[in-house]
């Protein structure tokens, strides 16, 4: 399987390890555009379908971060939940988790 590394804010990172935000969100933003198309991720210049990647959250961006590893459902184009980040009314690509990913 593939791995999207993704850095978050310790809030967010904690929330998300804790198991209370299973969505992360990414804004709409040509860089993002690139990363999720059609609900498909790309990595290194392939798509891959979200079932087949594994999302590595970091917290924050130091040599000895804590690093989690989750599976990923789907990623859609959709608002947010304000609890989680997100800005009321505003479009984000949408990556819903399905669970931790087992060792």
Same mark, same amino acid.
């Given at each position: 399987?593939?791995?999207?590394?993704?850095?978050? *804010?310790? *809030?967010?990172?904690?929330?998300?390890?804790? %198991?209370?935000?299973?969505?992360? +969100?990414?804004? @709409?933003?040509?860089?993002? #555009?690139?990363?999720?198309?059609? %609900? *498909?991720?790309?990595?290194?210049?392939?798509?891959?379908?979200?079932?087949?990647?594994? @999302?590595?959250?970091?917290?924050? +961006?130091? *040599?000895?971060?804590?690093?989690?590893? +989750?599976?990923? #459902?789907?990623?859609?184009?959709?608002?947010?939940?304000?609890?989680?980040?997100?800005?009321?009314?505003?479009?984000?690509?949408?990556?819903?988790?399905?669970?931790?990913?087992?060792?």
């Amino acid at each position: 399987m593939k791995t999207l590394h993704l850095n978050l *804010k310790r *809030k967010w990172f904690g929330m998300i390890v804790s %198991g209370e935000k299973t969505e992360e +969100y990414r804004e @709409i933003k040509p860089y993002w #555009d690139k990363v999720f198309i059609d %609900g *498909k991720i790309k990595i290194k210049g392939k798509l891959y379908h979200p079932t087949n990647v594994i @999302i590595c959250f970091s917290n924050g +961006y130091a *040599k000895d971060r804590r690093q989690e590893f +989750y599976l990923c #459902d789907k990623v859609r184009v959709s608002t947010g939940r304000p609890e989680w980040g997100a800005v009321p009314g505003k479009q984000y690509h949408v990556i819903s988790l399905c669970g931790l990913m087992p060792f």
